[in-house]
């Protein structure tokens, strides 16, 4: 059985850093080949914010791009995300997830509890 456990997140100042950690249980090194973060805000859809291949590819959504840095490192099952000058839209909840390496969307539904972000002014 999947897990997906994230944790890292706190609440911070506005230009602040957080590292992120998904720890991934249950998968292969096959099933972690993209991997990638989301966040979701109270009443809005949980997006992508950054993706990572097997390779060493990365993706960044524009609103995050220059300030965070996903890596991963697939001998621990573990899963980063450095986000630096943090601002108050990056507030959210964050979850790790096994993706679609063509298009970064979810291959299933399997999510953790996710990690609280809260950046201030």
């Known amino acids: 059985q999947v897990q997906l456990v994230e944790s890292g997140g706190g609440s911070v100042q506005a230009g602040g850093s957080l590292r992120l950690s998904c720890a991934a249980s249950?998968?292969?090194?096959?099933?972690?080949?993209?991997m990638a973060w989301f966040r979701q805000v109270p009443g809005k859809e949980r997006v992508a914010v950054a993706g990572?291949?097997?390779?060493?590819?990365?993706w960044y959504a524009d609103s995050v791009k220059g300030r965070f840095t996903i890596s991963v490192d697939i001998r621990k099952r573990m899963v980063y995300l450095q986000m630096n000058n943090l601002k108050p839209e990056d507030s959210a909840m964050y979850y790790c997830?096994?993706?679609?390496?063509?298009?970064?969307?979810?291959?299933?539904?399997?999510w953790g509890q996710g990690t609280q972000v809260t950046v201030s002014e």
């Open positions: 997830a096994a993706v679609s390496c063509n298009n970064w969307n979810p291959r299933d539904d399997t």
């Open positions: 249950g998968v292969t090194y096959y099933s972690m080949r993209c």
């Open positions: 990572i291949t097997s390779r060493g590819t990365t």
